[in-house]
């Protein structure tokens, strides 16, 4: 059973910083793959960043590149969502997810993640 939970969330002013961290309770912690996703109110679930399993393959989401920066230490079992130059556009839940499927999957897409966190909620300011 994979668990996930999420942490750093808060309210902070436009422009301000915010450092999530998402704390896995898995054996071997570097075979997943770990994304984070958001939930603004009265929108879809998106897809924000992914890293692999070693944290040197990534990929952002437009919307975030350059501001928000995913890194992972496999030793504390902790992927973490550093958020940057925040904008009023940024709120939201945001989710951990992780993935033990290899191959063909889309990671930006939230059926390629079975594992979720409860989320944790970003407000920002203007």
């Known amino acids: 059973q994979v668990q996930l939970v999420e942490s750093g969330g808060g309210l902070v002013q436009a422009g301000g910083s915010l450092r999530l961290s998402c704390a896995a309770s898995?054996?071997?912690?570097?075979?997943?793959?770990m994304a984070w996703f958001r939930q603004a109110p009265g929108k879809e679930r998106e897809f924000v960043v992914a890293?692999?399993?070693?944290?040197?393959?990534?990929y952002y989401a437009d919307s975030v590149k350059g501001r928000l920066t995913i890194s992972r230490d496999n030793a504390k079992n902790t992927v973490y969502l550093q958020m940057n130059s925040l904008k009023p556009e940024d709120t939201a839940v945001y989710y951990c997810?992780?993935?033990?499927?290899?191959?063909?999957?889309?990671?930006?897409?939230?059926?390629?993640?079975?594992?979720w966190g409860q989320g944790t909620q970003v407000t920002v300011s203007s």
């Open positions: 898995v054996r071997t912690f570097s075979r997943y793959t």
């Open positions: 997810a992780a993935s033990d499927y290899s191959g063909g999957y889309d990671y930006t897409r939230g059926s390629a993640y079975p594992y």
């Open positions: 890293t692999n399993w070693s944290g040197r393959s990534t």
